[in-house]
């Protein structure tokens, strides 16, 4: 069974950082892709970044040369560095995998951390 429990959250003023991390409860947790979503008041989910297995990682246009997505195979952590943070980064951030059980893929989810920038 694989469990998801995010940390790092905060208030925090524009221009400032926060790091995210993500806890995976489960085996192979070097097989999976790793994700990060944030979900603002009103507004859908999004993704904000993605550390697949074995290739270069994928950024929101919008957090693109601000945050770093990285993992820490050993340790069974994902991580969210997250740097000149803006107002509209507000939001609720969870960590998201894909998990194979069979023919099916089931999605796990953390259930989010919050991050408030101020302005």
């Known amino acids: 069974q694989v469990q998801l429990v995010e940390s790092g959250g905060g208030l925090v003023q524009a221009g400032g950082s926060l790091k995210l991390s993500c806890r995976f409860t489960g085996s192979d947790f070097n097989t999976y892709a790793m994700s990060w979503y944030r979900q603002a008041p009103g507004k859908e989910r999004e993704l904000v970044a993605t550390i697949p297995v074995g290739a270069s990682a994928i950024y929101a246009d919008s957090v693109k040369g601000r945050f770093t997505i990285s993992r820490d195979n050993p340790k069974n952590l994902a991580y969210l560095q997250m740097d000149g943070l803006k107002p509209e980064d507000t939001g609720l951030y969870s960590c998201?995998?894909?998990?194979?059980?069979?023919?099916?893929?089931?999605?796990?989810w953390g259930p989010g951390t919050q991050v408030t920038v101020s302005s």
């Open positions: 998201h995998t894909k998990v194979a059980r069979g023919w099916n893929l089931i999605d796990y």
